[in-house]
């Protein structure tokens, strides 16, 4: 795991260019305390930069920006490939050479034999780009799921590209605008959705896309995308399958050359790792977990008998409302763009780390991929009864507005938003999910860029597979709320404590064999087909009522964090009683000063 960043131009002398690329690989020093590296060419207008957190093959040989020996393909890397040593022997199988232990040398010799078609190999969490100095071309890619991210601005015949939003900000190229469609869908989501970032003319690579660049232009293509298609099967066949892909997946995530360990909820998901695990490694695990005063937000007694039960090293770390108040301005300053959340995996990230932890594992993704939402119950209904409403003419249009505009709480006034739209799951998630109404993120916007007319109502972009509802459901929560917010927010805040976070059911092979299932048995309610698929779950975690993991914001951003969140100047009519509200425009307000100084 790394930061890795880079430009790619036709126009900057090589002075020039080494002074940008070490502006940027300073502001990703955090992702890689333990090494950095530059590349420079000499026949071309290009710069590498690299900052190295180590966990495979900790020896110098894993030193980056790498190159092939005759010098004619260098990487930078950031991520990890999980079967990297089934493809290394069979590249030696077929004559390759290799001088290190890295996955990071598997990637040069596989793109060196197959170029682009060497993203199909890759197992694992990645964003890197390759430079050929001969053909004077730069390849660049994100893994299936957007696990890592990847941001890239481009000007004319000039690219930069970095791990962080920050660091290409560092470059000192580009204006530094407020982009109107990321502030609104952050207004309405409460996360930037790719491509957009918060800044105009910046974009983020979308998951699954490669590209290329060349001094003509820049190529990109799809290459992989999430195919719910169902397939016969049996109950007792959907829980073998899952059990076998589980399995897989998580022996495959302990892939390491140092210690790993596990975040600890007490949740469904967590504990399912930990169970897998506890049975597939040898060594003693490590779990971490946070708790707090509050009794009806704290998990921490629940993980506690957790790791108990499977024989885990457990640490716990009591967060008070004062103590949580002492990590705020660290948390403010590890932001790379605003989010509703992030600030739980800021807290346990630095508790593992703290402990000398460099790799640890997440439950993320259980509940998108086993239905373990609310969103796949309520988003059907939502649907149906609004198809009912649009029977009666002019009934669902005028209903909505009137909602939209004197609905007496921020729900009912985005409901207005959706009854008013053709009734679709992705417009029922965005309003379900969402932040903001339309009206309200309209006239805050205006506060930030008055001068621009409003923008046209967000709806999360939705390809048009032939699915099931629950399956359109599913498709959402992968591709919108885990990929925007919680993978981003799991990355750049684990990164700020040097820590790696691994998320064992974010796997595109465990996705691809869980995703023939039919919806009716894989979203069966309550994670049904988790559950009976790890029989090790003790029935003391099934039977508890979900929570999430969740810190008691309203209580302290009502009390000791006040002078953090209050004063808020937003339009008339717009209510910031949900704490995640306030939450949203004080995190804006704060990044937003910080960035445009």
Known sequence: MCGIAGILTVNQHQGALETIVRRMQTALRHRGPDDSGIYLSTTAHVALAHTRLAILDLSPAGHQPMSTPDGRYWITFNGEIYNFQQLRSHLISQGEQFYSQTDTEVILKLYQRFGSDCVESLRGMFAFAIWDDLEKICFLARDPLGIKPLYYWQSGSTLVFASELKAILASGLPAINLSMEGLYAYLISGSVPEPYTLIEGIHCLAAGHWLYWQREGVTKQLYWEINFTPATISP????????????????????????????????????????????????????????????????GEIAKQVATEFGAKHTEYKLTASSAKHLLPKFLEAIDQPSIDGFNTFCVSQIAHENGTKVVLSGLGGDELFGGYHSFQKIPQMVTYSKQLQAIPLVNTGVGMALAHWGTSPKIKRLGDFLQKIPSSAAAYSSLRGIFSHTEACAIIRQYLPDQPPPNAFIPNFQGQNLTIEDQVS???????????????????????GLELRVPLVDRNLLEAVASIPSHIRLALGKQLLITSVPELPQWVVNRPKQGFSFPFDQWIAGEWQDYFSPLKTPKNISLKPWYRRWSLAILKYWWEHISG
């Open 236 to 299: 007792l066949e959907a829980q073998e399958k899952v059990r076998t892909a589980l399995v897989d997946s998580i022996q495959h995530h302990f892939v390491s050359d140092v210690p790993v360990g596990i975040f600890l909820s007490g949740g469904i998901d967590s504990t399912a790792i930990l169970a897998l695990a506890t049975q597939t490694q040898k060594e003693q695990l490590c779990t971490y977990s946070i708790a707090f005063e509050e009794k009806q937000w704290n998990e």
């Open 475 to 497: 498709f959402l929560e992968l591709s919108c709320y885990m990929r925007n917010q919680l993978l981003r927010d799991s990355d750049v805040m684990s990164m700020f404590w």
